[in-house]
């Protein structure tokens, strides 16, 4: 259920960014109603440059790190999400090895990545502060820290 729940977000996520690039005046006009003060200086949703230092990769390695950056530049990720995403066979069937040699040799923000999950969850459906953090954080959810959901539903504006 979980894996439908995902790729139903990554659906929606795609279409949203789609949307946004061959969207109306109407579709910028919604975006921008829609961004608080604390918006305007971050898209809603945000490219991190991800770097992965190389340090003797396999090319099995290479491709998963290739993938997971595809991952990550339009839905966020825990890092457990993505290892899990790469290695799953529903996902890239990935060695589970490969995949967090992969995950592991790139710098990414999961706090950001947080942020990212908070703001889609938040505008597909509504969610209370405890509920998102919950979700962001939960083994059957996004499996992010405690502290990076925290910080995810935060920034996305669920927490007061």
Known sequence: MKKIIK?????VVALFIIGLIF??????????????SA????PIISETEVVAEDNGMTNQQKNAV?????????????RDGLINQLSSDAGDGYDIDDATIAVDS???DFNEQAGKSAKNYVSIQGFSCDGLINQLSSSAGDKYTKEQAEYGAKLAGACD
């Open 7 to 11: 790729w139903i977000i990554i659906i």
């Open 23 to 36: 969207g109306s005046d109407d579709a910028e006009k919604t975006v921008a109603q829609t961004t608080t």
């Open 39 to 42: 918006d305007v200086a971050e």
């Open 66 to 78: 290739r993938s997971a950056k595809n991952y990550i530049s339009f839905a966020g990720f825990s």
């Open 106 to 108: 790139m710098d990414i």
